[in-house]
C-alpha cells in the first residue's frame, strides 16, 4: 500500500520569507497524482497544487511551487513571501492512476507565520 | 456552483444514539468517500463508493455504514456511536474517468462530531 510521509509536523516562517515543506512517499507505481491541501482554521480542505507523476516539470501556482523528485519520491511544497493568510495545515496526498483509488494522505504539517 | 454539501457542521450526541451525516454533491462524480481526521493521524478514509450500490471498506470502517442509493448523496450512519468516534469528518467525490483532470478531490465543509 503506499503511505506518504511528513516529517515536520510543525514549522514556522516569517512574513514575506520563504519556506519548504517536505514529503516523501512510498509507491510502486509509476503514474500517479500528487497533491497539496491546505486546511485553514475554518477546517476548509483546499486544493493548492497539483503535480501529475509523468510530468518532469514541476508545477507552480502563484506564490506555490513544488520540487517533485521522483526517483527519490520526494514532492516538497516552496511556499514564497509567506502571509498570514497561510498559516494552516498542509497535507500532502498520493492519488494512483487510474481514478478509483483513495487518496492517501500524509499527518500534516501545522505552519506558523510570524508577523 | 460545484459542491460537495455536508450537514451537519456541527454535532454532540450521547453514546449509542443512531445518527447520520449527510453529503451530497452536484458534480455527477462517480466517487465518493468519508474521511476522518484526528489530530497527529492526518486523513484516513473509512468507506467509498465507486458508484450507485458500490461501496467498499477504507482503512477504518468499524462502527460506520454507509449506503449509495443515488449518485449524487453518499450519507455516513453512525448506528451506536461511541466517544472514539468523537472526530472531524469530511466527505469528498470526484470523477474517476481517464481524463487527466479529474483526480482531485472536492471536498465537503467538515463535520465535527462529539460523542459524550
Known amino acids: 500500500a503506499q503511505t506518504v510521509t511528513q516529517s515536520q509536523p510543525e514549522m514556522s516562517v516569517q512574513e514575506a520569507e520563504t519556506v519548504t515543506l517536505s514529503c516523501t512517499y512510498d509507491?510502486?507505481?509509476?503514474?500517479?497524482?500528487l497533491f497539496w491541501y491546505k486546511q485553514p482554521p475554518s477546517r476548509q480542505m483546499i486544493l493548492v497544487i497539483r503535480q501529475e507523476a509523468y510530468k518532469q516539470q514541476n508545477a507552480t501556482e502563484n506564490r506555490f511551487s513544488v520540487n517533485f523528485q521522483k526517483a527519490a519520491k520526494s514532492f516538497s511544497l516552496k511556499i514564497s513571501d509567506s502571509q498570514l493568510g497561510d498559516a494552516a495545515m498542509y497535507f500532502c496526498?498520493?492519488?494512483?492512476?487510474?481514478?478509483?483509488?483513495?487518496?492517501?494522505f500524509g499527518k500534516g504539517t501545522r505552519l506558523s507565520v510570524i508577523a | 456552483e460545484a459542491q460537495v454539501t455536508q450537514n451537519p457542521r456541527y454535532l454532540i450526541t450521547v453514546t449509542g444514539k443512531k445518527l447520520t451525516v449527510t453529503c451530497s454533491q452536484n458534480m455527477n462524480h462517480e466517487y465518493m468517500s468519508w474521511y476522518r481526521q484526528d489530530p497527529g493521524l492526518g486523513l484516513r478514509q473509512i468507506y467509498y463508493?465507486?458508484?450507485?450500490?458500490?461501496?467498499d471498506k477504507g482503512d477504518v470502517p468499524e462502527g460506520y455504514k454507509v449506503s449509495r442509493k443515488e449518485k449524487r448523496n453518499f450519507p455516513l450512519i453512525l448506528e451506536s456511536p461511541s466517544p472514539n468516534q468523537t472526530s472531524l469528518y469530511f466527505c469528498?467525490?470526484?470523477?474517476?474517468?481517464?481524463?487527466?483532470?479529474?483526480?482531485?478531490?472536492?471536498f465537503g465543509s467538515g463535520t465535527r462530531l462529539t460523542v459524550v
Open positions: 463508493s465507486m458508484n450507485v450500490e458500490v461501496t
Open positions: 469528498a467525490s470526484s470523477l474517476t474517468g481517464q481524463g487527466r483532470d479529474n483526480y482531485g478531490y472536492t
Open positions: 509507491t510502486s507505481e509509476s503514474d500517479y497524482y
Open positions: 496526498a498520493y492519488r494512483s492512476v487510474p481514478g478509483n483509488t483513495p487518496l492517501v
